[in-house]
């Protein structure tokens, strides 16, 4: 089912939480809202769900308007952080819910509910209460809870932030695979970069609201069109410089410490730039850009971290291994295409 918002907007009294919102979600995949606390995130996926009334706009199912529906028939699977399973029930119990109050006989419900646990892997666990239970295994609960209704749309709330770092990639690559082997269109709220990253088939980036770019997952960060967008997405973050376009078409640092050669000119000599330089954008070599003093390296694992010193400003840098420098060494950089941007910097947009 192909979910549309169109204009679709979310007042409270001293906030705008959702901002002339407009997009396609596409059916059948699995699309990421991503973005700081307080973007709006949550406050779209109540709307979608029913749960919160919009101000504005218009919110369509294929093309039925449910802007106004109610949330019971929505065909809504809803997934929250803290799971809300029912502590006095077993997990065949509590997958059962749903269609019990559907008042769907219970030989039905039951053999069903044995399919939505076998297919998160939890049907060995069917006479337990929730509390033998792990953390990734009642997140599997509720998940087949919400699948049970065979939904329209899936939306999950932040579901993996109750669980350890180890935990979460188990279960990220699970709702990836019950994802994909339901079909059903599902929308992923999370604030985690890497989670979205690696889980969704697009993201949706959000700040204060506003619905700042969408696209796959590495086109997203290999192509952002807004400093905040580059900034949000990327481990360790992007570099980013701030100064001029001077008369050669080159950057020059704002307190004119140091110049960096660049590949493309862009005429716009005086401009005030951000340069947003990725850790990995960076390599050593002859027809360098300009030169860097190496304040520190780390080895971490397979990588080979720096801190770099370029006039004034410092930037965290990958330097591969086969390069013999250290601390206080002097090196010759040379700036990829990929992973180099600049950006206006009254606006933030991608020049």
């Known amino acids: 089912m192909q979910i549309k918002i169109d204009h679709l907007t979310k007042k409270f009294p001293d906030t705008t939480a959702v901002d002339d919102f407009t997009m396609e979600f596409e059916s059948g995949k699995l699309t990421a809202l991503l973005g700081p606390s307080g973007c709006g995130k949550s406050t779209m996926l109540n709307m979608l769900a029913g749960i919160l009334p919009a101000t504005d706009g218009h919110i369509y199912f294929d093309d039925d308007d449910v802007t106004d529906m109610p949330p019971q028939k929505r065909g809504v699977g809803l997934v929250f952080q803290n799971y809300a399973l029912y502590p006095h029930m077993t997990v065949l119990e509590n997958i059962c819910f749903p269609l019990e109050i559907q008042k769907v006989n219970k030989a039905e419900r039951i053999e069903k509910a044995k399919e939505m ?109 807004h400093t905040f967008v580059a900034s949000f997405l990327g481990n360790p973050p992007i570099n980013n410089l701030e100064g001029i376009i001077n008369d050669a078409g080159d950057f020059e640092l704002k307190d004119h410490s140091a110049t960096i050669k660049l590949n493309e000119k862009k005429g716009i000599k005086g401009e005030e730039v951000i340069l947003g330089i990725r850790p990995e954008a960076i390599t050593i070599g002859p027809d360098f850009n300009t030169k860097a003093e190496i304040l520190e390296r780390y080895t971490m694992g397979k990588e080979e971290l720096a801190n770099i010193k370029i006039g004034s400003a410092e930037l965290r840098v990958y330097i591969s291994v086969d390069h013999d420098c250290k601390k206080g060494d002097v090196i010759d950089l040379v700036l990829r295409n990929k992973g180099v941007f600049l950006f206006d910097k009254a606006s933030g947009k991608r020049l």
């Open 117 to 225: 646990a076998k297919l998160v892997h939890v049907d060995q666990y069917l006479d337990r209460k929730p509390k033998e239970l792990s953390g990734g295994q009642q997140q599997r609960v509720a998940i087949a809870r919400a699948l049970i209704k065979t939904p329209r749309l899936l939306l999950l709330d932040e579901p993996l932030s109750n669980l350890d770092a180890r935990l979460r990639i188990e279960m990220r690559e699970e709702i990836r695979r019950i994802q994909q082997e339901t079909k059903v269109t599902t929308i992923f709220v999370t604030h985690d970069q890497e989670e979205a990253m690696s889980i969704s088939d697009s993201i949706v980036l959000m700040k204060d609201g506003i619905l700042m770019q969408v696209d796959k997952p590495q086109a997203l960060y290999d192509d952002p069109n």
